[in-house]
């Protein structure tokens, strides 16, 4: 991207350049076109003009469209801290008024991390990930799910019953999976379809069932004695009370459920 600008003197060129393209100064190209002359007493004449070249890269366009966003909420003076990582970067947020964009568990920040990376990536082909972080929302969260992931892992061996989590994003699914891996007689699989995905821990130990005992402390069935029974129910309600073939229509629907 190309663009003469012009000034009373080079500095006020280049500033309007760095506003214009919302960028810092080193990251845009001069050429200088123009310069003011000195005339009579040394009072200048002329203007400034200059060639400002800028070629947006990933991290740009997705902070722009994230300061965009955030004026349009009416959240401004926020500091952008950009970090390299394998395949794109994190960008760290700062400043006042962020805990809206934060969101609900993160819906917020995770909703404008999607986006930013859908617009950044439109420059080429090659993928380029965008993480957002904010007043380090991403390790307090993390730390928050390895200690949910834990204590339900522990419940699932103490009572041998599966059980099911929220539904969560791939990133907070591989938290869970990551913590349950570490932890012995307990396993981890998702399951559902996007949004709605979650994932279910189980037990990887069989439960045993002490049937004598059982038996010893509640009597076996067969050595109770059938309670004396009296039918004093009319002709009319025994009519009444027999099933009629639309009771039988929806039978079972309730009856099992499964995880």
Do not use: W
Request: aromatic share 8%; proline share 3%; charged share 35%.
């Amino acid at each position: 991207m190309k663009k003469i600008f012009t000034a009373a003197t080079i500095e006020q060129a280049k500033q309007s350049a760095c506003e214009e393209f919302q960028v810092e100064e080193s990251k845009i190209t001069f050429n200088v076109l123009e310069e003011p002359k000195k005339g009579l007493f040394g009072k200048m004449k002329g203007e400034a003009k200059i060639e400002a070249e800028y070629e947006q890269t990933k991290i740009d366009i997705a902070i722009k469209y994230i300061k965009d966003v955030l004026e349009a909420m009416g959240i401004e003076n926020i500091t952008y801290t950009v970090t390299d990582t394998d395949n794109g970067c994190l960008i760290d947020l700062n400043g006042d008024g962020l805990e809206e964009v934060i969101g609900k568990k993160g819906d917020m920040i995770d909703s404008l991390q999607y986006l930013s990376s859908l617009v950044s990536n439109k420059v080429d082909r090659e993928y380029f990930r965008i993480t957002l972080d904010s007043n380090n929302f991403r390790a307090k969260r993390k730390e928050y799910l390895e200690q949910l992931a834990t204590k339900i892992a522990n419940s699932v061996k103490k009572n041998g019953r599966s059980s099911a989590l929220e539904p969560m994003n791939p990133y907070e699914r591989r938290i869970i999976h990551a913590t349950v891996t570490d932890i012995e007689g307990v396993t981890s699989k998702s399951t559902g379809e996007e949004p709605y995905r979650k994932v279910i821990i189980s037990s990887t130990e069989k439960r045993r069932f002490n049937d004598v005992n059982k038996g010893n402390r509640r009597g076996s069935r067969r050595d109770r004695k059938p309670k004396e029974h009296f039918d004093i129910t009319t002709s009319f309600e025994k009519d009444y009370k027999k099933p009629k073939p639309e009771d039988t229509l929806n039978a079972g629907l309730y009856g099992k459920i499964e995880i």
